[in-house]
């Protein structure tokens, strides 16, 4: 032990481990995206954040990709942070944005300017009354650097924070004085690929580095989830003793061995294994439902197939396939004790679109039927048959309900493996794809089906010469106002052809890793958004402030909007 992992209490004045201060986790049968286990870290690194934030001091935090930084923070501004003793729930308002290599000084400024209010002359503060407002500033060494070497957009966060303040855009020459502001910032290691912060803005900031969490927080954080999840009053004692003994150390040992072996090289980039990947499969194994998971065996067989799903399914050479098909046989082998037959036994695929009623209970036949409504139930593959036929039925009914668009698709072996793994990505809260595969192998049509099958409506670009970044960005608004206000499942799909410039790339980029696009909608349209998710959470929100349910607007946007993107090999894609 050393002085690092004690503090200092504030009213006893007693040297208490951190370790004492770290709440216990309970859980509930919430969304996975919406759990978040307390650590020794992140209770350290958020009470070191608020006794900076109280001093009106900006503070950065610096790590590798998977470190728990955006969520530090995140969760840090979402409890309402104590900026001051008399501080009230209203004195502290809160907003975040993304950067990115297309992030300018005028789309900084912009984004500012929509966060506040006049209070007097030429003096702006926080919209909505707020004293102080925290702005989240998410991978803030990004924006890209000039032939000179400068960051123009850093160079206009630093004079706002040394100035407080900023010139006019649209009157030349005025000078806008904005006060109570407070930053928060987050940015990955610098190093040949990622940039670094200009340091006259750096200084400005107190640093606090991360690392990714050790063996033992690893261990608390899944370790808890997993417990929680299989009780022994949900599942039968084998399984449930199996997935909180057994489930977390088979994967951390295939996911330390695929860090070790899969490295990324120049043609394998994406070949990065980080804790995002971890949390997938634990996601994904907390698909499983008591009514399908009666035995030990079929819970390391959903452990297999989600294992597949996360790491194999990132894997572009057959050599790489055999060796983590061969490791995690071995796993099961050396771990689980399971013997060649047995493991010959396990199924191989789980999928959630077996069950498809063909009549009703009074035995008509049902004709037009919701399958948004239809049971999804997690539960393995035995007889492909079957399969095969299920599948051909869903395309069945889709060709009669489309019939300007109808598929004609041979449902062979590989293309139902694909199908099912783009259906259990369309099927997780915030599930993205990328398909990659030349032209004809099936990439778009798949996509069209498995939204069918997930109940959800498929969005593609009407991409014409003329279409550029303000009819993507109108498009965009559309799809806020269905999957956010509206509360509707939309699969918005994307082809080489609809990517007709870089900028696309930014957009999506920032949708996807925040879902708020800085400067989407104007003030009038955001107040209008709201006005709807209020009519629609008047029973659910824990507030009435209209921050409040723009939050929860991003989260619907994030759950409910799945992008898709279908792109083939060569040197546009690269």
């Given at each position: 032990l050393t002085l690092f992992d004690y503090s200092l209490h504030e009213t006893t004045?007693?040297?208490?481990?951190?370790?004492q201060r770290v709440p216990r986790f309970t859980y509930s049968h919430q969304e996975y995206t919406k759990l978040v286990v307390p650590t020794v870290d992140t209770v350290r690194?958020?009470?070191?954040?608020?006794?900076?934030?109280?001093?009106?001091?900006?503070?950065?935090?610096?790590?590798?990709?998977?470190?728990?930084?955006?969520?530090?923070?995140?969760?840090?501004?979402?409890?309402?942070?104590?900026?001051?003793?008399?501080?009230?729930?209203?004195?502290?308002?809160?907003?975040?944005?993304?950067?990115?290599?297309a992030t300018t000084p005028q789309v900084l400024q912009r984004f500012v300017e929509a966060s506040i209010e006049k209070r007097q002359g030429?003096?702006?503060?926080?919209?909505?009354?707020?004293?102080?407002?925290?702005?989240?500033?998410?991978?803030?060494?990004?924006?890209?650097?000039?032939?000179?070497?400068?960051?123009?957009?850093?160079?206009?966060?630093?004079?706002?924070?040394?100035?407080?303040?900023?010139?006019?855009?649209?009157?030349?020459?005025?000078?806008?004085?904005?006060?109570?502001?407070?930053?928060?910032?987050?940015?990955?290691?610098?190093?040949?690929?990622?940039?670094?912060?200009?340091?006259?803005?750096?200084?400005?900031?107190?640093?606090?580095?991360?690392?990714v969490p050790s063996d033992s927080n690893i261990d608390l954080i899944f370790g808890s989830i997993l417990r929680g999840f299989f009780t022994a009053d949900r599942f039968p004692s084998e399984v449930a003793n199996a997935a909180k003994t057994q489930l977390l150390p088979l994967t951390l040992d295939i996911w330390s061995k695929a860090r070790k072996t899969l490295l990324p090289t120049p043609g394998k980039s994406h070949y990065i294994f980080n804790?995002?990947?971890?949390?997938?499969?634990?996601?994904?194994?907390?698909?499983?439902?008591?009514?399908?998971?009666?035995?030990?065996s079929t819970l390391y067989a959903l452990w297999r197939h989600e294992c597949?799903?996360?790491f194999e399914d990132k894997l572009t050479t057959a050599e790489d396939h055999e060796w983590l098909e061969a490791e995690l046989m071995k796993t099961l082998a050396s771990v689980a004790k399971f013997t060649g037959p047995q493991l010959a036994e396990l199924p191989e695929y789980f999928t959630d679109f077996l069950r498809i009623p063909t009549h009703d209970d009074a035995g008509e036949e049902l004709v037009n039927i919701d399958l948004r409504t239809l049971p999804k139930m997690y539960e393995p593959v035995v007889d492909w048959a079957f399969l095969k036929e299920m599948c051909e039925r869903y395309m069945s009914i889709y060709n009669e309900r489309f019939v300007l668009k109808k598929l004609d698709l041979v449902m062979f072996e590989d293309a139902i493996k694909q199908l099912m793994r783009i259906t259990r990505i369309l099927r997780t809260p915030r599930g993205n794809a990328l398909l990659v595969g030349?032209?004809?192998?099936?990439?778009?049509?798949?996509?069209?089906?498995?939204?069918?099958?997930?109940?959800?409506?498929?969005?593609?670009?009407?991409?014409?010469?003329?279409?550029?970044?303000?009819?993507?960005?109108?498009?965009?608004?559309?799809?806020?106002?269905?999957?956010?206000?509206?509360?509707?499942?939309?699969?918005?799909?994307?082809?080489d052809n609809d990517l007709k410039q870089d900028a696309f790339l930014d957009y999506l980029n920032q949708l996807l890793s925040s879902g708020e696009i800085p400067n989407l909608f104007a003030k009038d349209e955001r107040d209008m958004l709201v006005a709807e998710m209020k009519a629609v959470l008047k029973d659910e929100s824990s507030s009435e402030?209209?921050?409040?349910?723009?939050?929860?607007?991003?989260?619907?946007?994030?759950?409910?909007?799945?992008?898709?993107?279908?792109?083939?090999?060569?040197?546009?894609?690269?």
């Open positions: 004045h007693e040297w208490v481990a951190w370790t690194t958020q009470f070191l954040m608020d006794l900076i934030v109280r001093q009106h001091k900006s503070v950065l935090l610096v790590g590798e990709s998977g470190s728990s930084k955006s969520v530090t923070i995140r969760n840090y501004l979402q409890n309402k942070p104590t900026v001051a003793s008399s501080a009230t729930a209203k004195s502290f308002s809160t907003r975040g944005m993304t950067f990115s290599a030429r003096t702006y503060g926080p919209a909505g009354g707020a004293s102080t407002m925290g702005i989240f500033l998410d991978d803030i060494s990004t924006p890209e650097v000039n032939r000179w070497g400068d960051q123009e957009t850093s160079e206009l966060l630093r004079q706002l924070i040394e100035e407080e303040g900023f010139y006019n855009l649209d009157k030349p020459g005025e000078w806008i004085s904005i006060t109570g502001l407070q930053f928060l910032g987050a940015m990955p290691q610098p190093n040949g690929d990622q940039n670094d912060l200009p340091e006259r803005l750096k200084r400005h900031f107190v640093m606090i580095g991360l690392s804790l995002r990947e971890l949390s997938r499969v634990v996601q994904g194994i907390m698909q499983a439902s008591p009514e399908n998971i009666t035995k030990a597949a799903r996360v030349v032209g004809g192998s099936g990439k778009q049509s798949l996509t069209k089906l498995a939204s069918f099958i997930s109940g959800y409506s498929t969005v593609q670009l009407a991409v014409t010469k003329s279409y550029g970044v303000p009819n993507l960005l109108e498009d965009l608004k559309r799809l806020y106002r269905t999957t956010g206000a509206l509360g509707q499942p939309v699969t918005f799909m994307l082809t402030s209209s921050e409040n349910y723009w939050i929860q607007l991003i989260d619907r946007v994030r759950d409910n909007l799945h992008v898709v993107l279908c792109l083939s090999p060569g040197p546009k894609f690269q």
